[in-house]
């Protein structure tokens, strides 16, 4: 108990120093574990798992972070909130209809998960409802920013309605879901070296979607 609390008062220190030697080792476990939650998933894998990938001991470890929460923690927020700045940032942009807003959002969407790899499958994998209902101040954080993320994307499909650029005959939700549905199903198969690029995936996927859409 005694070395774990060293440790622990250790890694505060470290944090509020904030070196970059620090962070970049700190980084670099994070991006470990982020790997090995999307290979093993988020329950089966464990500290020694992260300690042994990256090749340190288990208090070594907790050096850098005191909790495999944490790691996951980590590996999420940084993601999900540059897609939320990145998504508000779009919806301000008067130069662009709904429609083409809503391309947009699905590229930006489909290219952080390739740039984020695999930070985002980590979250969709390990079950966006489950973590939201976790009631921790993080987890309702994150359960809120996904909602703006939806609900930016049904504001759009109801503009477009509106604007008569969309089919008014198909639930604005249902429209969202289906965008969501084919976005989010790609963690079971997409990697950053794979067959097709993201840009080519959010394409295809805005033609099928759009061809069902489109008045």
């Given amino acids: 108990m005694a070395d774990t609390s060293n440790i622990s008062r250790r890694r505060k220190a470290a944090l509020a120093d904030g070196s970059v030697e620090y962070k970049a080792k700190r980084d670099e476990l994070v991006r470990v574990a982020a790997m090995l939650f999307k290979d093993k998933g988020y329950k089966a894998t464990t500290l020694n798992d992260i300690a042994k990938a990256a090749n340190l001991d288990r208090a070594s470890v907790y050096y850098y972070i005191g909790s495999k929460d944490e790691f996951f923690k980590e590996v999420i927020k940084s993601s999900v909130d540059k897609n939320i700045a990145e998504v508000e940032s779009l919806l301000r942009m ?3 209809d709904p429609v083409q807003k809503l391309e947009r959002l699905i590229e930006l969407l489909m290219i952080s998960y390739d740039e984020c790899y695999p930070y985002m499958y980590v979250y969709i994998q390990e079950q966006m409802h489950i973590v939201a209902e976790e009631g921790t101040n993080w987890a309702q954080d994150m359960a809120q920013q996904t909602h703006r993320f939806e609900k930016a994307a049904m504001g759009l499909i109801t503009q477009g309605i509106a604007k008569g650029l969309l089919r008014d005959d198909i639930v604005p939700v249902l429209a969202a879901n289906a965008i969501f549905g084919m976005l989010n199903w790609t963690h079971r198969w997409h990697k950053p ?9 959010a394409g295809t996927f805005s033609r099928i979607f759009f061809d069902g859409m489109r008045v």
């Fill in 94 to 96: 008067r130069s662009l």
């Fill in 193 to 201: 070296d794979g067959k097709y690029g993201a840009a080519e995936i």
